[in-house]
């Protein structure tokens, strides 16, 4: 919200006062794309990948294993006496409300890890493309801009740098 009110804001004070423009050192950033190539971003989608996996993969085995029960006992259930099919389905019905609770939670858990890497990725090349613009001698660093000259684009130089600071 702040970064859709501080555009115009910069560009109606560079309108308004031509003199100033010159005086204000203006860098661009193409954000996606700092994220997207940096090494700290695979290394991030790596741990989620190693942090939930083996969840992941033991969940779709309980799925399986679930489906085939269920299937077994649609079969079966004619066979039933009237007690023991009412006893099964409460099982099978229990099973498969835990079964919801761990794929909800499981999601919830990815959800919460995703975001917490996010926010520490986006910290990290916070604090790079600072360090490149104050380099640069740069005022402003602006993300993703609709239009700028590539003299102010910053993103090679940043992601040099984080590829730097990753083999470190």
């Known amino acids: 919200m702040m970064q859709k009110t501080l555009i ?7 309108a308004l006062a031509p003199g100033l423009a010159n005086a ?17 971003y695979e290394r991030a989608e790596e741990r989620m ?3 939930f996996e083996r969840r992941a993969s033991e969940l779709q085995e309980e799925a399986k294993g679930l489906e085939e029960d ?8 004619d066979l039933m006496s009237a ?16 079964f919801q609770l761990k794929q909800r939670k499981f999601r919830q858990d990815v959800s ?26 740069l005022d402003l660093v602006v993300p993703d801009p609709v239009y700028a000259a590539p ?9 040099k740098e984080l590829v730097k600071r990753d083999e470190e």
Do not use: H, W
Request: proline letters at 2%.
């Open 151 to 159: 003299s102010l684009d910053l993103t090679d130089a940043v992601l």
């Open 83 to 98: 007690s023991d099919r009412e006893a099964r389905e409460q099982e099978l019905t229990t099973r498969q409300n835990d």
């Open 112 to 137: 919460n890890r995703e975001r917490e890497l996010f926010q520490e990725l986006m910290g990290e090349i916070r604090g790079v493309i600072e360090e490149v613009a104050r380099r640069k001698g």
């Open 24 to 40: 204000i050192e203006i860098g661009t950033v193409r954000a996606q794309e700092l994220v997207q190539k940096s090494p700290q």
């Open 8 to 14: 115009p804001a910069i560009a109606a004070l560079l």
């Open 70 to 77: 269920i299937q077994k006992f649609q079969q079966e259930a």
């Open 49 to 51: 990948k190693a942090d």
